[in-house]
């Protein structure tokens, strides 16, 4: 009868491996997602935000927590900051991809010309 009365107590060591648990989730979903890079910036902000709520209950606890805490907000903004920057990168390679076929396209006589000698637009007998 004993061990229906006990209470669920939390202390600081629970809630360290509950946050880790609901950590490892969106880790490994931002590990291992084959989506392009900015839809991942979402998951790369809660990372951040249960690592820092990870740290704040670790500082009292011993050093392998604050450790493991430290590792976790460290992947978090490296993991954010890849995605803006593989955000920019392909923003910049859309743009110029398109900047090309736009070009490519012109049809002028001059390239059609071109087109048929088999040189390449943008060479040196360009029309703009």
């Known amino acids: 009868m004993s061990a229906f009365t006990n209470k669920l107590t939390l202390d600081r060591r629970s809630i360290l491996r509950i946050l880790l648990g609901i950590y490892l989730f969106p880790f490994s979903l931002v590990c291992f997602s084959l989506s392009v890079p900015p839809a991942d910036l979402p998951l790369c ?17 011993g050093r392998a927590w604050q450790i493991l805490w430290i590792a976790a907000l460290l992947f978090a903004l490296l993991s954010g900051v890849l995605q803006v920057v593989a955000r920019n990168r392909i923003a910049h390679q859309l743009s110029a991809h398109a900047a090309v076929r736009n070009n490519f396209v012109k049809a002028t006589p001059v390239f059609a010309i071109l087109f048929c000698l ?6 040196p007998y360009d029309n703009r």
């Open 45 to 61: 902000g809660l990372l951040f935000l249960l690592a820092v709520a990870g740290f704040i209950v670790a500082r009292r606890e």
């Open 118 to 123: 088999g040189q390449r637009p943008g060479a």
